[in-house]
């Protein structure tokens, strides 16, 4: 994830720290989509949980 991120913004991930966060923070909405679908007993769509915490990366800016 890191080196796609790194490619797609033209940086070296050695210098510019923003694809290893964008990395975890992909990570981590991964992981809370998956806690909320476990504890839905899966039920809930995963598919639409993955994509709401992904989507929610973007908003964190606003947390300022």
Avoid: C, F
């Avoid at 992981?31 to 929610?56: F, I, P």
């Amino acid at each position: 994830i890191i080196v796609a991120v790194a490619n797609r913004l033209g940086v070296d991930p050695m210098v510019d720290p923003r694809p290893e966060i964008v990395a975890g923070a992909s990570m981590s909405a991964v992981r809370a989509a998956t806690r909320q679908w476990t504890a839905s007993d899966g039920t809930e769509d995963y598919a639409a949980l993955t994509k709401n915490a992904l989507h929610a990366i973007g908003s964190l800016g606003d947390l300022s």
